[in-house]
Each structure stands twice: as structure tokens, then as C-alpha cells.
């Protein structure tokens, strides 16, 4: 663990699509895999963290520096708390690079999570 309190998450690239969970329309969700999916839509339930999530999966690259996102209209230890949040529901990794953590969206985690959804399943 750093001076900052932050864990260092692995980053995997290239990671294939790969669900979460079964499709919905596959059958009833499992109980650990509803408790997971509630986990992720809980943490884009709010709209601080949305934007936050938003803003990482769209900068160029594929990750953001924390120095480049935490413009949403809160102060710095609440985009910090949200960021910890998104990355305890497994929708973010990070990692600390000198005095800097980068934010990644989780390998497939957009694409799984739509495969979940996908009632063509």
C-alpha cells in the first residue's frame, strides 16, 4: 500500500468481453452474481461517479490521470472517496505512477456488463 492509502491494482490489457454474469434473459441470476451487478450499478448509481467513470472511459488512451478527472464539482477527497468506491465494485483499476494515480476501466467490464443486459441472449 502507498503513503496515500491507495492500492495499486494489476492492469491487464487486451483483456477479451467477457460477462460478469450470465444474460439476463439466460435464466435467474445466481445470488453472488446479482450481489455483484448490484455492486456495479449501485456505484454508477450516483452521478458524481458516473461523470467520474464517464470521463476515464473516454480519455484518450484508455486511462486518466486523477489530476485530469477530478473536475466534477466536488472537492478532491470526494472525487478520491467516489474513485474508491468505483474501484471496490470492480468497474476501475489504478495505478500510482510517481506522485500521480492513473485510473483504467476495468478490462471488459462496459462490454460485460453489456452482455449481461443483452436481452438478444
Same mark, same amino acid.
Given at each position: 500500500?502507498?503513503?496515500?492509502?491507495? /492500492?495499486?491494482?494489476?492492469?491487464?490489457?487486451?483483456?477479451?468481453?467477457?460477462?460478469?454474469?450470465p444474460p439476463i434473459?439466460?435464466?435467474?441470476?445466481?445470488?453472488?452474481?446479482?450481489?455483484?451487478?448490484?455492486?456495479?450499478?449501485?456505484?454508477?448509481?450516483?452521478? /458524481?461517479?458516473?461523470?467520474?467513470?464517464?470521463?476515464?472511459?473516454?480519455?484518450?488512451?484508455?486511462?486518466?490521470?486523477?489530476?485530469?478527472?477530478?473536475?466534477?464539482?466536488?472537492?478532491?477527497?470526494?472525487?478520491?472517496?467516489?474513485?474508491?468506491?468505483?474501484?471496490?465494485?470492480?468497474?476501475?483499476?489504478?495505478?500510482?505512477?510517481?506522485?500521480?494515480?492513473?485510473?483504467? /476501466?476495468?478490462?471488459?467490464?462496459?462490454?460485460?456488463?453489456?452482455?449481461?443486459?443483452?436481452?438478444?441472449?
Amino acid at each position: 500500500m502507498s503513503n496515500s492509502g491507495m /492500492v495499486e491494482l494489476p492492469v491487464l490489457q487486451d483483456a477479451p468481453a467477457v460477462p460478469c454474469c450470465p444474460p439476463i434473459t439466460a435464466g435467474e441470476l445466481s445470488v453472488a452474481d446479482s450481489e455483484k451487478m448490484a455492486a456495479m450499478f449501485k456505484a454508477l448509481g450516483d452521478p /458524481v461517479r458516473l461523470r467520474l467513470f464517464s470521463k476515464i472511459a473516454s480519455h484518450p488512451g484508455g486511462e486518466a490521470c486523477v489530476c485530469d478527472i477530478q473536475d466534477v464539482g466536488v472537492s478532491q477527497p470526494t472525487v478520491s472517496h467516489h474513485l474508491k468506491k468505483l474501484r471496490e465494485a470492480g468497474l476501475l483499476t489504478s495505478e500510482r505512477r510517481g506522485t500521480w494515480v492513473y485510473y483504467m /476501466v476495468a478490462p471488459s467490464v462496459v462490454a460485460g456488463m453489456s452482455a449481461m443486459l443483452d436481452l438478444r441472449g
